[in-house]
């Protein structure tokens, strides 16, 4: 089979019945019809693309105006949901195993081309993509973060708030993190002006005084008022609500730019991997299963392949209908495709192989927990749509993200400004097609047992 291409020749759409509709050009003429895309293009080239916040933030240290990027990830989200948004009811789950086999040959040729900056492996198969990473628990990762970071770091101080969350009110550890990464998102305004008192008071490096007031936060009658006036709010109503009610009293959210909480290496490293918990909230066993079931079910995989090149497919079949659409960045939409140009200069799409290590890490271990706990003698589909399902609600495509400045004039120092949420702009609708979508191309590969053979 050939590429998947926005269109192929006649003769190979009649022999193989895989795409029906024409060939369009590269980079076409015309105006574009939606002025707001315009929009993220130019955030795109400015601020660099690859999920571009928390790139810029985390990779660059160099947070763009937040106004700007949650603007424009409202605008990637419409996008998302107008290209690939009925997929639902736009997927073929009656195929036989010549078909899966086409996918998976086409998929492999395609997928080398995708360059390591979108994701890709440096020289992966595609085994290396379905890898659920069995040491992403909670418990282990704290571990190691306790173990290399000082015991006054920022990242230690972090997660004793953590753990008293935790102590007092018998929560999920990721759901802590997230209480710690917005409660320090209301204080880090009082904390910078703390930290900016102590300077007035003595000469010492910025980044001690960081950790100082991070300590100090930590015992601090404000931490212990929080949390008695938490646990009077909870009498009367569940911990997200009684939280979310606290949050909106006395001390508004703010963000202070003038680079005062500066940070040693270890201590934005460290950091960084603490708030991420928030995204860890599987267990030992559950990542075990899920790793299990990825290697010891053929058709699961032949499955998610199908899966993600019928979503391509989808996908290529509304950029035929609107090739001005093509005007326009796709860089946001890379987590699922490429766009590259043939020899004569029409438009295909390449699987960015780095979609299929996105399920493999956040829904797996989710249908593994599904699995677990029915006691299932076998994985079916049911427990693959309950798996998606539960990604969503534990927020695995959303993320909180620390909000990172460097000063060129100050030896490149990291400062901690803010925190704030990102979603990915694909959340809604890609969470509805592995909700709907998956669980049938799944039966059917299981109920004719096809795999694809090496």
Avoid at 31 to 47: H, M, S, T
Avoid at 152 to 179: G, M, N
Avoid at 211 to 235: C, M, P, W, Y
Wanted: charged share 25%; hydrophobic share 35%; proline share 5%.
């Amino acid at each position: 089979m050939d590429e998947i291409y926005l269109g192929c020749k006649r003769s190979i759409c009649a022999r193989q019945n895989f795409m029906n509709h024409e060939r369009i050009p590269a980079n076409p003429q015309g105006q574009p019809n939606d002025p707001n895309l315009g929009r993220i293009d130019e955030y795109v080239k400015d601020y660099i693309g690859i999920t571009p916040t928390k790139y810029a933030s985390e990779v660059q240290r160099n947070c763009p105006p937040l106004d700007l990027a949650q603007g424009i990830q409202r605008l990637m989200a419409q996008d998302h949901k107008a290209i690939y948004g009925d997929f639902s009811s736009g997927y073929k789950s009656d195929f036989d195993v010549e078909y899966a086999a086409r996918v998976a040959s086409t998929y492999q040729k395609d997928m080398v081309l995708v360059p390591t900056e979108y994701g890709s492996i440096p020289d992966g198969d595609i085994d290396a993509y379905f890898d659920v990473g069995v040491n992403r628990y909670y418990q282990l990762v704290r571990d190691e973060i306790f173990t290399n970071s000082e015991v006054q770091s920022v990242a230690c101080s972090f997660l004793h708030i953590a753990d008293r969350y935790i102590a007092s009110f018998d929560i999920d550890p990721w759901e802590a993190v997230r209480f710690t990464t917005r409660l320090l998102r209301k204080h880090l305004p009082s904390m910078s002006e703390r930290a900016r008192q102590i300077l007035l008071e003595r000469d010492i490096d910025k980044r001690l005084v960081t950790r100082q007031v991070f300590l100090e936060f930590l015992g601090s009658d404000t931490l212990n008022e929080h949390f008695n006036a938490l646990k009077s709010e909870i009498s009367g109503a569940k911990i997200n609500s009684a939280f979310n009610y606290l949050l909106k009293e006395n001390v508004p959210v703010g963000t202070n730019r003038d680079d005062i909480l500066e940070m040693f290496e270890d201590d934005f490293e460290n950091l960084r991997s603490a708030y991420h918990l928030a995204e860890r909230p599987f267990t030992k066993e559950e990542l075990l299963v899920g790793q299990e079931l990825l290697d010891g079910d053929s058709n699961l995989r032949v499955a998610i392949i199908v899966f993600h090149y019928q979503l391509m497919n989808f996908i290529a079949s509304y950029l035929t209908k609107h090739p001005e659409r093509l005007a326009h960045t796709t860089e946001h939409l890379t987590e699922i495709f490429l766009t590259a140009e043939d020899e004569e200069s029409h438009v295909r799409l390449l699987p960015n192989p780095k979609l299929l290590n996105v399920i493999s890490r956040n829904v797996l271990p989710a249908i593994a927990r599904s699995y677990l706990q029915k006691q299932s003698p076998e994985l079916d589909g049911e427990h693959i749509a309950e798996g998606a399902q539960t990604a969503k609600d534990l927020l695995l495509f959303q993320t909180f993200i620390g909000e990172f400045h460097t000063s060129a004039d100050r030896n490149q120092n990291i400062s901690l400004n803010s925190f704030f949420s990102q979603t990915c702009p694909a959340m809604q609708p890609f969470s509805k097609a592995l909700i709907e979508v998956l669980p049938p191309i799944y039966r059917n590969c299981k109920d004719k047992n096809i795999v694809i053979e090496e």
